[in-house]
T-cell receptor, first 113, second 111 residues
Framework: GAGVSQSPSNKVTEKGKDVELRCDPI?????LYWYRQSLGQGLEFLIYFQGNSAPDKSGLPSDRFSAERTGGSVSTLTIQRTQQEDSAVYLC???????????FGSGTQLSVL | KNEVEQSPQNLTAQEGEFITINCSYSVGISALHWLQQHPGGGIVSLFM???GKKKHGRLIATINIQEKHSSLHITASHPRDSAVYIC?????????????FGKGTKLSVKP
């Protein structure tokens, strides 16, 4: 596609449920990034995929968070047993390769009730 | 103390003014990013630099590695420049995706 696509754009869930957020990067981009932005907080790093290398998962806040990237393209961020503090905008970005200009998706607004 | 600090937090300018936003960081970096976040929430990457100066249209970004400081300048500012500007540092010891973000500078340009 022309840009980074994220779905859903909005997700409302109940505390304790699992959610999956999807990111479709720009075709040909080998690097994919997940960040989140909480209300009143700045952006924070979650996870980084670069080609076939092991992902940098150092930003995942707890073991309830996981992400995978299938076939070097689409990525899914999964949050298990959601908590209210997980409410945030989850942003995906991609770049041609690691360390190059980032292209951001429009984000998924997650609300945990 | 945050590893990446921006100043000012808020900035109001009149159309046409020259604007400077500052970013200081305390870690060794491999690159520094300047991002623009519009009121609707979309984020656009403006610059990525590791040394010197880059220019795109009315925007100029500079970095001084020795002083651990970067600036974003906007010449002939326009109301459409109103947005939050965020700097983000790629820590030299971390992966290229592991960015440390500043809290942002909210710019409002009045006509």
């Amino acid at each position: 596609g022309a840009g980074v696509s994220q779905s859903p754009s909005n997700k409302v869930t109940e505390k304790g449920k699992d959610v999956e957020l999807r990111c479709d990067p720009i075709s040909g981009h080998t690097a994919l990034y997940w960040y989140r932005q909480s209300l009143g907080q700045g952006l924070e790093f979650l996870i980084y995929f670069q080609g076939n290398s092991a992902p940098d998962k150092s930003g995942l806040p707890s073991d309830r968070f996981s992400a995978e990237r299938t076939g070097g393209s689409v990525s899914t961020l999964t949050i298990q047993r959601t908590q209210q503090e997980d409410s945030a905008v989850y942003l995906c970005a991609s770049s041609r390769t690691g360390g190059e200009k980032l292209f951001f998706g429009s984000g998924t607004q997650l609300s945990v009730l | 103390k945050n590893e990446v600090e921006q100043s000012p937090q808020n900035l109001t300018a009149q159309e046409g003014e020259f604007i400077t936003i500052n970013c200081s960081y305390s870690v060794g970096i491999s690159a520094l990013h300047w991002l623009q976040q519009h009121p609707g929430g979309g984020i656009v990457s403006l610059f990525m630099l590791s040394s010197g100066k880059k220019k795109h249209g009315r925007l100029i970004a500079t970095i001084n590695i020795q002083e651990k400081h970067s600036s974003l300048h906007i010449t002939a500012s326009h109301p459409r420049d109103s947005a939050v500007y965020i700097c983000a540092a790629a820590n030299y010891g971390g992966s290229q995706g592991n960015l440390i973000f500043g809290k942002g500078t909210k710019l409002s340009v009045k006509p």
